[in-house]
């Protein structure tokens, strides 16, 4: 299935819509079992002019589609939209980056579409995350209130965050709408369910890939620890809400008896190492 279809647009443009969900940690394009018609229109043809996108799904349809600025990636229409942009970041204290701020742009989109492909449970468990008691529309976005108050903004939002590293957008979660860092594992855990199963995975290797040494292999006896990424709880420590640390994040180390023994590599399911 593929990811993106587009109706129109320079290649530039498509690349650059590419670009953002493939700059995600965690979650892998090849397993997203959902189907996005992409059209780039001129703002006046948005339901809402004010926004940058809009994304139009069917509860339980793994298709949907999105309409994008014309202008898109820089959002420099002459409507005065680009300075709006520059003036909200920097009430966030951030420097504004076109370039960036569009790779963040289609993984927000990418969160609505998802998150409609989503079985009922994994979309109920998302609500509820939020403070929801249900998946109904007209909860978790009321006709006539505020983008910033809607809970469908905030999952798009949380999205963004929980998949792209803060060093690819500008914005963090920009909504009123947010839960804690805390519940961020169990929020990537419902957007799984729209994976193809065996495509998201992070594996643990003590002593692999560069840093392996000569023994190491017969220290371990070919049982290598191997952890899926839908164990986060005990692989990943959040460092998002530690001062200094708000970029990165950790692993459990101590959850393997070869640790402070062994030298270790993280080597992201499909090749390369960090």
């Not at 961020?184 to 199963?197: A, D, K, M």
């Not at 290598?224 to 692989?235: C, F, N, T």
Request: hydrophobic fraction near 35%; include cysteine; aromatic fraction near 12%.
């Amino acid at each position: 299935m593929a990811l993106f279809t587009f109706l129109n647009g320079s290649e530039a443009q498509k690349e650059h819509w590419r670009l953002g969900p493939s700059l995600m940690h965690n979650l892998t394009v090849g397993s997203l079992l959902v189907a996005v018609t992409v059209e780039f229109v001129p703002y006046s043809e948005l339901e809402d002019t004010s926004f940058l996108a809009e994304t139009f799904w069917t509860v339980g349809d793994s298709s949907s589609e999105t309409k994008v600025r014309l202008d898109y990636p820089i959002f420099g229409g002459g409507d005065g939209k680009l300075e709006s942009l520059e003036a909200e970041a920097a009430k966030w204290g951030l420097e504004y980056n076109g370039l960036l701020h569009a790779n963040e742009t289609p993984v927000h989109e990418l969160g609505h579409s998802i998150f409609a492909a989503l079985p009922e449970p994994d979309r109920l468990g998302i609500a509820r995350l939020f403070g929801a008691e249900s998946t109904d529309q007209d909860e978790l976005a009321p006709p006539g209130s505020a983008w910033e108050d809607r809970i469908a903004e905030g999952i798009a939002e949380t999205f963004k965050e929980a998949f792209l590293p803060a060093r690819y957008r500008v914005f963090p979660n920009r909504t009123k709408r947010r839960i804690s860092y805390k519940d961020f594992p169990e929020f990537r855990r419902h957007v799984r369910g729209v994976t193809g199963e065996g495509n998201d995975s992070y594996c643990y290797l003590y002593g692999s890939g560069a840093n392996r040494q000569h023994d190491v292999e017969e220290k371990l006896q070919d049982k290598l620890p191997v952890h899926k990424s839908d164990r986060d709880p005990e692989a990943f420590v959040e460092y998002q809400e530690i001062e200094k640390f708000q970029l990165g994040y950790g692993v459990h180390m101590r959850q393997f008896k070869e640790s402070g023994k062994l030298p270790f590599t993280i080597e992201p399911a499909g090749g390369g190492a960090s």
